[in-house]
């Protein structure tokens, strides 16, 4: 019985569509992530993105689903990678957890191995037309940030090291506003060097510590 031939001409089986099977997520996810932080959110394209992750439109939309939960992955990412690298509740008192914090931003924010300024700020500024899920989601960030802030001050009038009369709240919410403005500083190109000293300015308008505060400063010199 002879076997059946088949036609030189006969057409191929249409190839696979999705990821390449060499796919790294984690790196495409960074590189999405570094668009996102040069861009912001609306002005980056898929084209933009895609170029970047080295990967095609449909790869993108089977990996992360769509631009919005790119962004998102991306943001998780960039709090990891960055915000976490700082753990500024350790220091001994409230004061020197926030000059901690606000040092560590100057040096980030103008660093050379990335864009310059903040992803989350970024997101912010170009999110207009982006969706609710989105937009929440950015807010809920810096809400949380903010009340990680407030609580670390609220430790330290607990503690005996800020004046009991001091407003969390209100300390809170002025260090905050100084670090957004220190990340839009840092994006118009000031230099480290002026960030670092908006911070000792900054620092002066703290609460002074009381003698409590003052013992505890001293034994974690």
């Known amino acids: ?4 031939a088949v036609p030189v001409d006969a057409p ?81 008192t409230a004061r020197a957890a926030i000059e901690r914090l606000l040092t560590y931003m100057a040096t980030d924010l103008t660093g050379s191995d990335h864009p310059r300024g903040c992803m989350m700020l970024m997101a912010v500024a170009t999110s207009a037309n982006a969706s609710a899920r989105l937009k929440k989601a950015v807010t809920d960030k810096r809400v949380a940030a903010r009340e990680h802030l407030r609580a670390r001050i609220k430790r330290g009038i607990e503690e005996g090291d800020v004046p009991r009369g001091a407003d969390a709240s209100a300390l809170a919410d002025f260090y905050s506003t100084v670090m957004n403005g220190m990340a839009m500083m840092a994006r118009d190109g000031v230099s480290r060097r002026s960030l670092l000293a908006t911070v000792e300015q900054a620092m002066q308008l703290f609460p002074a510590s009381s003698a409590r505060g003052k013992r505890r400063e001293a034994a974690a010199a």
């Open 1 to 4: 019985m002879k076997k059946s």
């Open 12 to 92: 191929k089986p249409p190839k696979a569509r999705g990821r390449p099977r060499s796919f790294d997520r984690e790196s495409a996810l960074a590189a999405a992530m570094d668009v996102f932080w040069k861009k912001g959110f609306e002005a980056a394209s898929i084209s933009d993105l895609t170029e970047a992750m080295g990967i095609n439109p449909p790869s993108l939309y089977a990996a992360f689903g769509d631009k919005e939960q790119l962004f998102l992955e991306a943001m998780e990412r960039y709090e990891r990678s960055r915000g976490d690298s700082c753990p500024y509740s350790d220091e001994a």
